[in-house]
């Protein structure tokens, strides 16, 4: 059976000024910061970090140095779960991953906060299924994208049938050449590690979507193709920091200028090969750098969705058509800049209204600090917009982004159901 749901028992189980044991696998530039030297920092009082753990050793050292000095630090997770016994793993690690220490996870007795994606494919979301099946553990995905103030108020107006039942939404996306280098430098740019991003960056968008519609997806049909990247590319070089076309390149970054990322990384390239600024015009990129699908919802919503790489814009635009009204608005602005959050809604026979959202403050939008506040300082605070996610959620997200890309690939419509064990459902089950 799988348990009640992420984080209920646990807040329901947490006795009196109890401290969270959590442990922390995956000491990249995520796991050091936000869920490592910030949750101390922020969260200290509700948490103890009994453990640390990176397979890069040097990254490891340098991130004890960082995160706290007395922290314990393992280059083997196994030991780290021995030795310490957390009740709770935080995995930061690589995507493609996530499953492998998941279920090590699991198996070693710990409840699991994971960021996204879940994982990468249909047949490690199915092993993240059938092992949380097996332990009975709790698993919380961290959809910072939800607790966005501005999305939140989206998902009360739509739970309020403020526009009546939805019929059809228009959902696109933007990132800025910059914003998109950065993957195309890493391991985010080959898609059996990160998915493509198909599944690594619009994992989030798809779980909003699967949010505010309150439905499955059933069936998505997908266009995808990489136009200026990887092999593409006039010409290319080993890393961006010192490369000979540094001068008429329009993506150069010289990490090294960064202090942060240079003891992180570059500093630690020797133990594992792990290169941070990859050429953006290696042959081996094989991820796309523009996205367009339909998706079909159980609750018979239709989704005209893209992501659009290599833009001079950063954020997204959605519309949403309702039996009543509709409702329509947008976040970001040109070159990043945020042009507002507000929402414009006209329900049939009214005049037009705007409804005005104060802009938050903190990481991602507003949207970290009160994810990282219902999971660490407040468990049992009441959750009215559903905001928490589990694995089914997880799940349900990049599955769209699976059968996206499997789409744009074979040329034809790809069923939900067919990926794993779980069946769409016209309204979506509580979180698990
Ligand atoms: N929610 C968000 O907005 C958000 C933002 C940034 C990153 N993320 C996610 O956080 C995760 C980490 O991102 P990052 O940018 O820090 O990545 P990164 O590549 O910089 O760091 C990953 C770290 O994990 C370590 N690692 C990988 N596999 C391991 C294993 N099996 N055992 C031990 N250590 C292992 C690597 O050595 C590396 O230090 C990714 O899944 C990413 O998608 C989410």
């Not at 959902?171 to 050449?177: A, D, R």
């Not at 960064?258 to 290169?275: A, S």
Request: aromatic letters at 10%; hydrophobic letters at 35%.
């Amino acid at each position: 059976m799988i348990a009640a749901g992420p984080i209920m028992s646990y807040a329901a189980n947490r006795k009196g000024n109890e401290k969270m044991r959590v442990a922390l696998v995956g000491t990249g530039i995520r796991g050091v910061r936000m869920f490592g030297r910030e949750l101390l920092e922020d969260y200290g009082q509700y948490v103890d970090l009994v453990g640390i753990c990176d397979q890069n050793p040097g990254r490891l050292k340098f991130a004890r140095e960082y995160i706290q000095p007395t922290v314990a630090a393992f280059t083997d997770l196994e030991k780290m779960l021995a030795d310490t016994r957390p009740e709770w793993l935080i995995v930061t690690t690589w995507d493609w991953e996530h499953h492998n220490n998941i279920i090590t996870g699991m198996k070693n007795g710990c409840n699991i906060i994971c960021e996204k994606p879940l994982t990468i494919d249909e047949d490690k979301a199915e092993m993240i299924l059938q092992a949380q099946k097996k332990y009975d553990k709790e698993v919380i995905v961290t959809f910072n994208y939800r607790w966005v103030p501005h999305r939140a108020k989206l998902k009360e107006l739509l739970m309020n049938k403020t526009i009546g039942d939805l019929t059809a939404v228009e959902f696109h996306w933007h990132i800025t050449h910059d914003h998109l280098k950065r993957y195309m430098q890493r391991w985010h740019a080959e898609r059996n590690r990160g998915g493509s991003l198909w599944v690594h960056k619009s994992t989030h968008h798809f779980d909003l979507l699967n949010w505010w519609l309150d439905s499955d997806p059933v069936e998505v049909f997908a266009y995808a193709d990489l136009e200026r990247f990887g092999p593409q590319g006039p010409f290319r070089g080993v890393n961006c920091r010192n490369c000979a076309h540094t001068n008429e390149c329009p993506y150069h970054w010289d990490i090294t200028e960064n202090e942060l990322l240079r003891k992180l990384y570059t500093d630690n390239e020797h133990h594992d090969g792990y290169i941070r600024d990859n050429c953006v015009f290696r042959k081996q990129i094989d991820i796309y750098d523009k996205h367009s699908a339909i998706i079909k919802y159980a609750n018979n919503v239709q989704v005209n969705y893209s992501l659009t790489g290599d833009s001079n814009y950063e954020g997204f635009w959605i519309a949403l058509n309702g039996t009543k009204g509709r409702i329509e608005g947008k976040e970001g602005g040109w070159h990043g800049r945020d042009d507002g959050q507000d929402w414009h809604m006209q329900l049939i026979g009214r005049d037009p209204e705007v409804i005005s959202v104060p802009r938050a403050e903190g990481g991602h939008w507003g949207g970290d600090p009160l994810l990282m506040d219902k999971i660490f300082k407040d468990p049992a605070q009441a959750d009215p917009l559903h905001q928490s996610a589990g694995t089914r959620d997880g799940i349900m997200s990049i599955l769209v982004g699976v059968a996206a890309r499997k789409s744009a690939d074979s040329g034809k419509p790809i069923r939900i159901a067919d990926l794993t064990s779980i069946k769409p459902q016209a309204r979506r089950p509580a979180a698990t």
